[in-house]
């Protein structure tokens, strides 16, 4: 069985920092992409960003330049730094993974999601 869990979020401040990570453990083969969604009260779930097995990364317009996204394979974990945080960036934050198992059996996995609040 294979679980995410992410962490990290809270209340910042705008123009603050905050550094989400994305752990997952269990039997995993091997992890593809990695990345985060976020969704917004009264707004659809968007893609904030994207890490790929080659450590490629696709960023959503609106956090280029303001987030990074990186991943530590021995750790089968990634994280999301977060800078120059605005207030419109306050949402829940969901990690989410295309994990193939030790079965052979590839699926998409989604963490339990983390608040961000950046508020003055």
């Known amino acids: 069985q294979v679980q995410l869990a992410d962490s990290g979020g809270g209340l910042v401040q705008p123009g603050g920092s905050l550094r989400l990570s994305c752990a997952a453990s269990?039997?995993?083969?091997?992890?593809?992409?990695m990345g985060w969604f976020r969704q917004a009260p009264g707004k659809e779930r968007e893609l904030v960003a994207r890490?790929?097995?080659?450590?490629?990364?696709n960023y959503t317009n609106a956090v280029k330049g303001r987030f990074t996204i990186s991943r530590d394979n021995t750790k089968s974990t990634a994280y999301l730094q977060m800078n120059s945080l605005k207030p419109e960036d306050t949402a829940v934050y969901s990690c989410?993974?295309?994990?193939?198992?030790?079965?052979?059996?590839?699926?998409?996995?989604w963490g339990q999601g983390t608040q961000v609040t950046v508020s003055s």
């Open positions: 890490i790929f097995s080659d450590n490629n990364t």
């Open positions: 989410n993974a295309d994990i193939v198992d030790k079965r052979g059996w590839a699926k998409t996995y």
């Open positions: 269990g039997s995993i083969w091997v992890i593809n992409h």
